[in-house]
């Protein structure tokens, strides 16, 4: 029985081991990747909330997986009440800048910092549809961060996609 464990045990640890990555950077097994990015400032809201807050948004999709990854940074959003805290990010589209579109996702996250970043993701449940991906990859896709005090938006993001 001692024998059977410490099998199972070892087969354990090489699969482990062999799930193991160098940290080497992320690779689509088709090749189909996008960068996506896009700075966020109050401006860019439809109607401008004429804040000081700032944003960017720099992400990866893979068209393979229909996932996209992407860290989102803000600063200067806090400014002591708790009205302030940020409680998730929205993308809408299509929409050229200056221009309002239709909601398309939402991700809740909760940050009562006044500067920060955070990962985030859309897949899974949560994943682009059909009709969504090629709103992202032309250009016509903004994003907001949300706050409880603009619940529709303190800053405002244009995103812009690069096929890797």
């Given at each position: 029985m001692?024998n059977?464990?410490?099998k ?16 080497k950077e992320?690779?689509?097994l088709t ?16 109607p ?17 997986v229909?996932?996209?990854t992407f860290?989102?940074?803000w600063?200067?959003v ?17 929409a050229?800048?200056?221009t309002?579109g239709t909601?398309?996702k939402?991700?809740v ?5 006044a ?14 549809s059909?009709t ?7 250009g016509?896709?903004y ?11 303190i800053?405002r993001?244009?995103l812009?996609?690069?096929?890797n």
């Amino acid at each position: 029985m001692k024998n059977n464990i410490f099998k199972i045990l070892v087969f354990c640890a090489v699969l482990i081991l062999a799930g193991c990555t160098k940290g080497k950077e992320l690779e689509s097994l088709t090749g189909a990747t996008y960068t996506v990015t896009g700075a966020a400032d109050a401006v860019q809201m439809v109607p401008a909330t004429g804040v000081n807050t700032t944003g960017t948004f720099n992400g990866w999709y893979d068209e393979q997986v229909n996932v996209l990854t992407f860290t989102l940074a803000w600063s200067n959003v806090f400014t002591g009440t708790p009205a302030d805290a940020i409680t998730s990010v929205k993308f809408y589209g299509p929409a050229a800048a200056g221009t309002n579109g239709t909601l398309i996702k939402t991700v809740v996250f909760a940050n009562g910092n006044a500067s920060g970043s955070v990962n985030l993701g859309l897949g899974g449940y949560a994943e682009l549809s059909a009709t969504e991906i090629p709103v992202l990859l032309n250009g016509s896709c903004y994003y907001v961060i949300c706050t409880q005090k603009y619940p529709s938006g303190i800053i405002r993001g244009q995103l812009k996609s690069i096929r890797n």
